[in-house]
């Protein structure tokens, strides 16, 4: 098997088109290929009178001989090894059922771990009916929403899997992501994306996996305590939303509470469990006419079906020091509501699989550090968070009202009245007004300098009638909690894992994925 690189593709080309590429690139004759199977794709719109794919395809061909191109290589087909190890005395304990919890969970119950997962929100059947609820009409349920339940955050989102990261992990992730009923697609995307409307589907095929394995899925069910013996863990406590504390003795907990968390991050800091702040970045949601941004990416290509929506991403550094940039971009997306709170308003963005709405959102962030927190110590974090999503919850007038501003008021410091050409997306409903009222001056302004920046980046980044909803505050988690680099246990408390977004050592899906991964393989090499 050969793995063969920059194989271009038209945007009409077919299949027997790229097994033409293919041939060429090995010296055969097309016939001479057995099959011939995408293992990458992406579009390639340096060049806006060229777009094109280019592919990395896989081609059984037994008569070729390799030639002495860099572009051909032996493929290696990957397989995830789990760590060989002894039965657990006690069953491990998985704290939240988010990417990183359920990957967690999936890897200790295939190695025959029978894990325990602790999930304070709903299974995703439930949940979809309680965000529904919320979006209609305002009513939040803080302990199932757009932030807690079955598939974390990520489940109202677009689903994105691209990352950064290198780690080998990520093909387990898709692996298995594929295997529970996402689109196929993923394996080979450059930037794949499973969609809203399919997330839900896959959640539960992991979810069924892992109970046909022995494992168990405690939902509506909080961690409410660490119990400890000997200077170490020795169990939790919890309770559903109705009963009474219940107690689980295990020497193993996998913390990966999400993170938005903030009343388990409070009682683990008043337990002594060490952590510290961590910097994130706050803003707003942007929309745009996707139209616009399709004709900004790929020019007289824009529309080809082939291509889909186009997405951006954009960064730029000001001169006060401060970085702005683009996240969780949206093609053919939502504004969505994602509040945990009582009244404190949160937003983020999601996209449907097919991504075909009418307008794109991102969210554009301004870094913030601890010494932009107004105050000391780990959860100072926090509180700012809390005090811009009041105040994003009092400009919209209550009701989980998001207040929006047309960009080009924003840019001229004045007022909104009434939304423009772009409709704003975000249920359940929207309030025209000034975004300065939400964010401190050193935001507020970095915002309006980042908007021109990326202006000159991609064009119509400031189109008069983008709209901004506040307020974006939970791109990542204000704090980490502290493990050590070798055996993934908080240094105060061994037994105790701290994992993913929400223990900071993630950002996304598949990193929290990964890192759950990670963290249930550090169990198990102690078992070996």
């Not at 409307?197 to 959640?203: G, M, N, Q, S, Y």
Request: charged share 30%.
């Amino acid at each position: 098997m050969y793995r063969i690189s920059e194989l271009r593709l038209e945007l009409d080309g077919s299949p027997e088109d790229l097994k033409k590429e293919a041939a060429k690139r090995l010296r055969v004759a097309p016939e001479a290929i057995r099959s011939l199977s995408l293992f990458r794709k992406s579009v390639d719109a340096r060049k806006r009178d060229d777009v094109h794919f280019v592919c990395t395809a896989e081609a059984d061909c037994p008569s070729a001989r390799a030639p002495r191109d860099h572009r051909v290589t032996k493929a290696v087909p990957y397989r995830y090894e789990l760590p060989v190890c002894r039965a657990l005395e006690q069953r491990p304990v998985v704290v939240g059922f988010g990417p990183a919890g359920m990957f967690a969970a999936l890897i200790l119950a295939q190695a025959g771990q029978r894990p325990v997962v602790l999930e304070r929100g709903s299974r995703v059947e439930e949940r979809e009916k309680l965000v529904s609820r919320f979006w209609r009409d305002g009513t939040l349920d803080p302990e199932c929403n757009v932030q807690f339940g079955e598939g974390g955050a990520g489940t109202f989102s677009d689903g994105k899997l691209n990352t950064g990261t290198k780690d080998p992990r990520i093909r387990k992730v898709l692996e298995e992501f594929a295997a529970a009923g996402a689109p196929r697609e993923i394996l080979w995307e450059a930037k794949p994306h499973i969609g809203t409307d399919r997330l839900p589907r896959a959640v539960r095929g992991i979810r069924e996996r892992i109970l046909s394995l022995g494992g168990e899925i405690l939902f509506d069910t909080r961690m409410t305590s660490l119990l400890r013996k000997d200077g170490r863990v020795s169990g939790v406590e919890f309770r559903t939303r109705r009963g009474a504390p219940e107690r689980l003795e295990t020497g193993a907990v996998i913390l990966a509470v999400g993170h938005s968390a903030r009343d388990t991050f409070e009682e683990l800091f008043a337990a002594g469990v060490p952590m510290e702040p961590k910097a994130f970045a706050v803003g707003a949601r942007i929309e745009h006419p996707q139209s616009l941004i399709d004709a900004a990416q790929y020019g007289k290509f824009a529309g080809r079906p082939a291509l889909g929506a186009a997405d951006y991403k954009l960064a730029v550094h000001l001169e006060n020091g401060r970085g702005v940039y683009t996240f969780c971009m949206c093609p053919g997306g939502q504004v969505v509501a994602a509040a945990s709170e009582p009244g404190r308003l949160a937003t983020n963005g999601m996209s449907r699989f097919a991504r075909d709405g009418e307008n794109a959102n991102a969210a554009l962030l301004v870094g913030v550090g601890p010494e932009d927190f107004g105050a000391d110590g780990p959860l100072a974090g926090v509180e700012l968070q809390r005090k811009l999503e009041e105040a994003a919850f009092r400009l919209g007038g209550g009701e989980y009202r998001a207040p929006v501003q047309r960009v080009e008021d924003f840019l001229e410091r004045r007022a909104s009245v009434r939304p423009g050409d772009v409709v704003p997306t975000y249920r359940p409903g929207v309030t025209p007004c000034s975004l300065d009222g939400c964010f401190p001056d050193f935001i507020a302004d970095s915002m309006r300098e980042g908007i021109r920046r990326m202006d000159a980046r991609l064009r119509g980044f400031a189109f008069p009638d983008a709209v901004l909803t506040a307020v974006e505050s939970r791109s990542s988690s204000p704090v980490r909690i502290l493990r050590g680099e070798e055996d993934g246990q908080s240094p105060a408390l061994p037994g105790l894992y701290p994992c993913g977004e929400g223990a900071g050592y993630a950002g996304g899906i598949v990193s929290a994925a990964v890192d759950g991964i990670r963290c249930a393989e550090r169990i198990l090499k102690q078992l070996s």
